[in-house]
């Protein structure tokens, strides 16, 4: 059993959770002990598109985790809580309401590559300890600014109250970006302070909304319910990058872990398949050198 569950991760379950949740129905399915692993932790308050790997399919984890994410998130305006969401003491506060003329014009300024610092009750690692662990216990945690990436950043609706406080965004963003950061920010340059009310993660690439399950689609797993009716396969993880078709004498030689010369192609990232289609490894060309990154036992 090696492939992929896309999990629509409801509010208030954690990854890890999720995880023991595959584990557990896979178990009851009769699967026995798999390996399992996710594809970006995604916080208990937020839902959406959480990759989780079964198999062989773990040995992509570490690549979907570089991958980049989309989100729709919504940000409230007027109070700023300690830890940039929906749960934490107001730690600020502002009458200022910002206008969505306002709020359009400064969205460029927090598109491309940009610096932000994390939340501090985040899962950072400060002195070998996570951030939000010395947060809880009272420390002031003093947390590094980093370079991201927002590859796009428009508004996806408003959410008409009375006080017409609330804005939702959508964001692409690569790997390491906290959205919760991005909400405090753009509340700043507005001149307000603001938190995230709800964030939903939309894609984790090459991973969409419309691959996804519920939980409790997941749970009739465990009941009976056929599992290759939701386990997308291995290459799934792989339709970004191009396949590469090898002779029965170079899929051996790359399943022992050789390397190839003269295979025709251009210098760039590939999955190795058979003649039966099936996926032998994730392999690199450098000049004129065919190299295993990560071989696949199926």
């Known amino acids: 059993m090696h492939g992929w569950i896309i999990l629509d991760k409801p509010l208030g379950l954690g990854s890890t959770?999720?995880?023991?949740?595959?584990?557990?129905?896979?178990?009851?399915?009769?699967?026995?002990?798999?390996?399992?692993?996710?594809?970006?932790?995604?916080?208990?308050?937020?839902?959406?598109?959480?990759?989780?790997?079964?198999?062989?399919?773990?040995?992509?984890?570490?690549?979907?985790?570089?991958a980049s994410k989309q989100y729709d998130f919504t940000i409230k305006f007027g109070e700023e809580t300690a830890g940039l969401d929906a749960e934490g003491e107001v730690v600020a506060t502002s009458d200022i309401r910002p206008a969505l003329s306002e709020v359009e014009a400064v969205l460029p300024r927090f598109t491309g590559a940009i610096e932000q610092i994390p939340p501090a009750y985040s899962a950072i690692k400060v002195e070998g300890k996570r951030a939000y662990d010395r947060a809880r216990a009272g420390e002031v945690v003093e947390m590094a600014a980093r370079q991201v990436t927002v590859y796009s950043l428009c508004v996806a609706g408003r959410l008409h109250c009375d006080s017409e406080n609330e804005i939702?965004?959508?964001?692409?963003?690569?790997?390491?970006?906290?959205?919760?950061?991005?909400?405090?920010?753009?509340?700043?340059?507005?001149?307000?302070?603001?938190?995230?009310?709800?964030?939903?993660?939309?894609?984790?690439?090459?991973?969409?909304?419309?691959?996804?399950?519920?939980?409790?689609?997941?749970n009739e797993i465990g009941k009976g319910a056929p599992a290759k009716d939701i386990i997308l396969p291995l290459e799934?993880?792989?339709?970004?990058?191009?396949?590469?078709?090898?002779?029965?004498?170079?899929?051996?030689?790359?399943?022992?872990?050789?390397?190839?010369?003269?295979?025709?192609?251009?210098?760039?990232?590939?999955?190795?398949?058979?003649?039966?289609?099936?996926?032998?490894?994730?392999?690199?060309?450098?000049?004129?050198?065919?190299?295993?990154?990560?071989?696949?036992?199926?």
């Open 17 to 66: 959770q999720a995880v023991a949740a595959v584990k557990r129905n896979m178990r009851e399915a009769g699967y026995g002990k798999l390996k399992v692993g996710h594809g970006g932790t995604l916080d208990p308050l937020a839902t959406g598109v959480l990759p989780i790997a079964i198999g062989e399919a773990t040995k992509l984890c570490g690549r979907m985790l570089d």
């Open 168 to 218: 939702t965004l959508s964001a692409h963003v690569s790997k390491g970006t906290y959205i919760r950061s991005l909400a405090r920010d753009i509340a700043h340059a507005l001149g307000t302070v603001g938190h995230v009310t709800m964030l939903r993660r939309t894609k984790a690439w090459p991973f969409g909304l419309e691959q996804a399950i519920s939980l409790d689609k997941l």
């Open 236 to 298: 799934a993880g792989l339709v970004d990058i191009p396949a590469l078709d090898l002779s029965p004498d170079a899929a051996k030689a790359i399943q022992q872990g050789r390397v190839l010369t003269g295979v025709a192609t251009k210098d760039g990232l590939y999955w190795a398949r058979d003649a039966e289609m099936r996926a032998l490894a994730l392999v690199e060309q450098i000049g004129g050198e065919l190299r295993t990154v990560r071989g696949f036992n199926l």
